[in-house]
């Protein structure tokens, strides 16, 4: 009984070594930023301006705070408003990295939150 227990451990050993070692040769490829954005008006009303920035920063992976940062770049702008239920494509412009900021404005409120394009570049607006 205990040999048969001995030998399934020495099974289940090398089954677990040659999956973990197919798994670190894997070359996961770098995450893609889009080319452009789709953005979407779900919303009943005008979408007013909308942009995409990098923020400005003082050190990698710190946002800006002090008067030597960087200024935030503008990668993505609506040129004009977006009517209820229309979209768009916005290229991006000199954009690099997958985290940036969007802003939004419409016709009763505005707003910002942060987005990652390499996962995903379609934003849909909706109430």
Known sequence: MSLRLAMAGIIACGCATL????VKSKNPSP?????AVNLENKRSIALLSFEI???GKDAPGKAA????????TIVARLEKPLAAGESASLPLLNASGCLFEARWKFEDASDAGPVDLCSDAHIVLVD
């Not at 999956?19 to 197919?22: E, I, R, S, T, V």
Request: hydrophobic share 40%; aromatic share 0%.
């Open 53 to 55: 920035v990098t923020p």
């Open 19 to 22: 999956a973990h070692g197919a």
């Open 65 to 72: 705070t002090g008067k030597d940062a960087a200024p935030e």
């Open 31 to 35: 995450p893609k930023l889009a080319l």
